[in-house]
């Protein structure tokens, strides 16, 4: 009974947090987590448990995510990795929790990889750290089918992580990873907006790496692909502001690339449309 409502409060948060209420997520997803912590103190090798607690850890992550608690953000996530830890010890060798273990490395090295550059070396550790997973899942399960999306997700921020360092090759290679695995999602469909947002996502970033590295012609080229991918979800969903900001980013990069060719004319229609989206 109590782990029903623990569940119970659990799906409350959720459901909160995919209705965008984000001040209702915190209560219900605390209680659940008060429930679970005492569920395991009796049962502490119960995977149920333990798994629905790292996930409400997660989910708080995300809330203080968006909230702008980073510091309480990366506390939940390094949580979640602890409890993903101690699951994988308990039950050795069930894919299932080596992948969520993975994840969880995953997120708390992009959490870390956002805070600064003082966070760099335990972000990269983590990112490592869930590539071994990975490699692990790969030798020991090779009939297993890998996670498409969340390899994707791992690659473009250890990516960014690297060009935020300078690391410009290391960048290209890891971001290039990442684009190739999520082209293959859109091409076995379907092209969902989340998946669209995310090519997107890529594309910009790969836009400013060459903006970087002086390869104008090529950003320009990937900004304009990362417009395409966006532009149709913004017109589609006038009231999602995610899809208007990151078009208006994709317009913001291309102005970048045409004022550095001296083409002003074409820079300047593209920040009327950075200004036109942010109206």
Not at 208 to 226: A, H, V
Request: net charge neutral; with cysteine; aromatic share 8%.
């Amino acid at each position: 009974v109590k782990h029903e409502a623990a569940r119970a409060s659990q799906r409350v948060g959720s459901i909160y947090f995919g209705l965008g209420h984000f001040d209702r997520v915190e209560k219900p997803v605390r209680q659940a987590t008060k429930l679970l912590e005492d569920l395991i103190g009796a049962s502490p090798t119960e995977p149920r448990y333990r798994l629905d607690l790292a996930q409400c850890h997660a989910l708080l992550a995300r809330l203080y995510d968006w909230s702008h608690r980073r510091d309480q953000g990366i506390a939940e996530r390094r949580e979640a990795v602890a409890q993903y830890e101690k699951l994988v010890a308990d039950h050795p060798g069930v894919p299932a929790y080596l992948r969520a273990l993975a994840s969880s490395h995953s997120n708390l090295g992009v959490g870390l990889s956002t805070e600064g550059r003082n966070q760099v070396d335990e972000a990269e550790r983590h990112f490592r750290e869930a590539l071994k997973i990975w490699d692990q899942l790969r030798a020991d399960f090779p009939g297993l089918t890998e996670d498409r999306a969340g390899l994707a997700h791992l690659y473009h921020w250890l990516g960014n992580l690297h060009l935020e360092t300078y690391r410009w090759p290391e960048a290209e290679r890891e971001m290039r990873k990442s684009l190739a695995l999520r082209e293959e999602l859109l091409a076995i469909g379907p092209a969902t907006p989340s998946l669209q947002l995310k090519l997107a996502h890529i594309k910009l970033y790969l836009a400013e790496l060459k903006f970087q590295e002086g390869k104008l012609e090529e950003s320009e080229r990937l900004s304009r692909e990362s417009i395409a991918h966006v532009e149709p979800l913004s017109r589609d969903y006038p009231n999602t502001i995610e899809y208007r900001r990151r078009l208006g980013l994709g317009y913001s990069e291309l102005g970048l690339s045409l004022w550095a060719m001296g083409r002003t004319r074409e820079a300047e229609e593209a920040l009327r449309e950075v200004l036109a989206v942010r109206s």
